[in-house]
């Protein structure tokens, strides 16, 4: 198994990121609603522009993706296909390589990304309420130890 990271080469690629999104939130986000995900699909690719966008493939086949924007992990996100096979751990270690104060947000009810995120050396520096949509999901904020 070969892991490949490459910028993403632009909006030709957001419908296959949106799909990798789509997989992992419905692998990790038990918390929200087919609704939720709905209105969040509808938005990400938005996101999409505002991010320096990083594509993780294995083997060839898109796997995941990270994006980044002034020092900050914005997203990572790995289909349900290739969790635990070192995507993540890949895309996360180059946003490190690039920015070693890399700070980040994660829902607090995704304790599988909480987890992953602690055990790669990040500690928990303050919390909100709410997301960044304003929605009752409240986001922990992250930088490295």
Known sequence: MTISLRPVSGPD???ELLAIWRSAVEATHAFLTAEDVSFYASRVPGYFPQVELTLATVDGVAAGFSGIAS???EMLFVHADHRGAGVGSALLQAALSMFPS???DVNEQNSQALGFYLHHGFV????SATD???RPFPLLHLRRA
């Not at 928990?124 to 919390?127: K, L, Q, S, Y």
């Open 13 to 15: 690629e957001y419908s």
């Open 71 to 73: 020092g900050s992990l």
């Open 102 to 104: 890399l700070t980040l």
């Open 124 to 127: 928990i520096a303050g919390r």
């Open 132 to 134: 960044s949509e304003g």
